[in-house]
């Protein structure tokens, strides 16, 4: 209602921008002085940034999809595809830099796949990437019987450092700045925008609305091909199980980071914050030796929690 006070809408609005900065640092205090011996160690923020930088990769994908109103529930099937792409290119005796262009491929393939099925078919993104999802997972085990393919000797260095000390986070940073750039610097970021915001008044203007969605999803796919061959450098074979629930992640951290679920709104940089926290709870669950079962229980309050806040934001803050 428009009688609502102002300063309401401005805590809103300050919760909507800041909350999730407030929250990361609150936690990492938290975790320092609760476990300064174990969580407050150079070589656990390390192992906390180069663990979430693949989260954070897919998680951008998942950002850029959302801000048009959709979703991609397929980047953790199109991780396990990729990276046994990229590794099976390997045993076959091809290079690394044909292996990962491949295994990014085969990520961009499946992404303009869904952005067809949502465009051309009009399915919703929640189920055809439902679909793909179900169609990419089973691929992955039927090309490999569900088996490992082990990365040959000969190469294996040389693709291992893909996922080597702060390199994951080097190409994180890559990831971040070059999709910031494209979302704040260019007509197609405020294409993304104006689609999210309210699709027809943006087909008035003149956008390519079919032609954004499939770009947003082929983004999506390679950003996920990307993360897929360097979590097969990380656990060293093409592994069709890989990513398996990675999409949950993903959509926590863009979700946790401010980005709405209603599309137009949210940025790269709150979708990092996002990851960071998702990971820092799982590290901080980790530290006290809490369950696993717990952990998803944990994880699930987070997101609900997150939600919630984007559908009170959503009646008060605007």
Not at 125 to 143: D, N, Q, W, Y
Request: hydrophobic letters at 55%; one cysteine or more; glycine letters at 14%.
């Amino acid at each position: 209602m428009s009688g609502r006070p102002i300063a309401w809408r401005r805590v809103a609005r300050l919760v909507a921008t800041y909350g999730i900065v407030a929250a990361l640092v609150g936690l990492f205090a938290f975790l320092a002085l609760a476990k300064p011996h174990t969580f407050f160690t150079a070589g656990n923020l390390e192992n906390v940034l180069r663990q979430n930088s693949f989260t954070a990769i897919l998680a951008v994908g998942i950002t850029l999809t959302i801000l048009t109103r959709g979703i991609d529930l397929s980047v953790g099937s199109v991780v396990g595809l990729s990276g046994v792409v990229a590794v099976d290119l390997l045993a076959r005796g091809h290079g690394i830099p044909l292996a990962v262009a491949a295994g990014l491929a085969f990520g961009a393939l499946v992404g303009v796949v869904n952005g067809l099925l949502v465009t051309r078919l009009r399915i919703p993104p929640f189920l055809a990437t439902l679909a793909t999802m179900l169609v990419v997972r089973g691929a992955a085990l039927k090309a490999t019987d569900a088996r490992p393919i082990e990365i040959p000797e000969g190469v294996r260095g040389g693709f291992l450092s893909i996922s080597d000390g702060l390199v994951p986070v080097a190409l994180m940073a890559v990831v971040l700045v070059a999709s910031w750039l494209l979302l704040v610097r260019t007509p197609f970021g405020r294409h993304v925008y104006a689609v999210g915001g309210n699709p027809e008044a943006a087909r008035l203007c003149g956008i390519r609305v079919r032609r954004v969605l499939v770009l947003v999803h082929l983004a999506c796919g390679l950003l996920a091909g990307l993360a897929g061959v360097m979590v097969a450098a990380r656990v060293g074979a093409g592994d069709p199980n890989s990513g398996e629930g990675y999409e949950l992640d993903a959509v926590a951290a863009a979700v946790v980071g401010g980005t709405s679920l209603f599309g137009g709104r949210g940025s790269v940089w709150g979708t990092l914050a996002g990851a960071l926290f998702i990971g820092l709870v799982n590290n901080g669950l980790n530290l006290f030796e809490v369950q696993h079962y717990d952990q998803k229980i944990v994880k699930g309050l987070v997101l609900l929690a997150a939600t919630s806040l984007d559908l009170w934001r959503g009646r008060d803050g605007e």
